[in-house]
């Protein structure tokens, strides 16, 4: 049977930035993906936005992640040629009670170490964006788009360069720890068995499911999971946006915003709506409530401009009643399990903060952590 350093499970854009990290670093790599090809799920069904790291609880792994990671991004953008554009955002005060909110944000963002967020009045906001409606907004200039395809094509491609091999069709089924590492069962057409020492588990959506299937872990370790879907309107016809528009956050999504991609098409998206399943079919029942949402910061839009776009699923591991949970990455130190590392509730910034993250996990595993 063969043996490997390390598997990798799942070829979304975590998974690609850790193997890539983790070959990089001298290992021998195997990634084991369900689908026919990388990024299927969560990793191609997102906004797209490199985030500034304004939101996030001061200190939690979000917020570290995501403003390291949005450094290490950009870099790697321009010495790779991926498309990228720093687009700045406008987070927009739609009337004067959500002012003091916006300019919170100007704080929010300073205790994690973001500190170019500006305050823009309404002559200056219709400088930049004629179309918007609002009585002031902050702007964040870091703020950027990706085209996240061709970056994760990138990760996969250095991640090959220097020896991994990725199988796709490929679901694992079952996994058992012993003293002498995993042994891993694949299912699929192919099925096979691999032995290995290191065993990370980046499956996104299915990472808690999988986790539950070794034994040898201790339950408690792993998190409920919880999926919020998205869905996405598209705007038809040009884009009168230069920059991307907020509106104030909710709880769990930052509310309906428009963003737009690198070919310059504007998308509404994402809300927000509690499932049981993985089922990204699109209701189009939503566009009323998108219309209204739009219509708050752009009130001459048309609703016949809006066209149903896609669906996405937020890995969460936090309910509709609890406060929001950070990234959950746990190594040996936390569930005893030697070279195995769990990757739960990688929802947005994950993008953003994949190179990061594959920082944590290579380190990780390096330290036997
Ligand atoms: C609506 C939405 C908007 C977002 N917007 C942004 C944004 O603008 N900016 C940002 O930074 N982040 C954003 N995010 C977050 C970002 O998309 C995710 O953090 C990131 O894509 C997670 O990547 P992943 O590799 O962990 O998961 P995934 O992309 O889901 O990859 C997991 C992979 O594991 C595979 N898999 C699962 N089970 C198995 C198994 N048993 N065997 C083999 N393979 C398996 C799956 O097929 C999948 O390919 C957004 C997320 C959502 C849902």
């Given amino acids: 049977m063969d043996r490997i350093d390390c598997v990798v499970i799942g070829a979304g ?5 850790i193997a890539r990290a983790l070959a990089l670093a001298g290992k021998d790599v195997i990634i084991l993906e369900v689908e026919d090809s990388f990024g299927v799920h969560t990793s191609s069904r997102n906004s797209e936005v490199i985030h500034a790291g304004i939101y996030y609880q001061n200190k939690s792994l979000k917020a570290q992640l995501c403003v390291s990671g949005k450094k290490m991004l950009y870099e790697y953008c321009e ?22 909110t916006v ?31 609002c009585v002031g907004a902050v702007f964040s200039p870091s703020t950027g788009i990706i085209d996240s395809h ?54 996104g959506l299915n990472a808690c499911d999988l ?10 370790f792993i998190p409920k999971p919880y999926f919020a879907k998205a869905h996405y309107y598209s705007l038809s016809g040009r884009s009168p946006f230069k920059h991307l528009i907020y509106p104030v956050a909710h709880k769990a999504s930052l509310g309906v ?27 189009n029942s939503r566009e009323e409530a998108f219309y209204d949402a739009i219509r708050q910061y752009w009130p001459s839009v048309k609703r016949e401009w809006l066209q149903p776009g896609y669906t996405g699923i937020r890995p969460k591991i936090s309910g509709p009643t609890d406060p929001a949970a950070d990234f959950l990455i746990q190594g040996q130190k936390e569930h005893a399990v030697k070279g195995l590392v769990n990757l739960f509730g990688i929802e947005s910034p994950g993008l953003t903060a994949s190179l990061a993250i594959a920082n944590v996990v290579k380190k990780l595993v390096e330290n036997n952590d």
């Fill in 257 to 283: 915003h428009v963003t737009i991609d690198m070919g310059g098409n504007a998308r509404f998206g994402p809300d927000l709506e509690w499932v049981d399943d993985i089922d990204y079919s699109f209701d």
């Fill in 79 to 100: 010495r790779r040629n991926i498309p990228f554009k720093r687009t700045g955002k406008l987070i927009v005060a739609t009337n004067e009670s959500e002012v003091v």
């Fill in 103 to 133: 300019k919170d944000y100007i704080k929010k963002a300073e205790e994690n170490n973001v500190d170019d967020l500006i305050w823009l009045d309404k002559n200056q906001v219709a400088d930049l964006e004629p179309d918007i409606k």
């Fill in 211 to 220: 986790a539950h299937s070794i034994a040898e872990l201790d339950k408690a």
């Fill in 150 to 203: 061709t970056y994760m094509l990138s990760l996969l491609g250095d991640a090959e360069n220097a020896g991994s091999v990725i199988v796709y069709n490929t679901p694992v089924e079952s996994i058992k720890a012993s003293k002498e590492g995993f042994l891993i069962q694949t299912g699929g057409t192919a099925a096979f068995e691999l032995q290995t020492d290191t065993l990370i588990n980046a499956a």
């Fill in 13 to 17: 854009v975590v998974g690609l930035a």
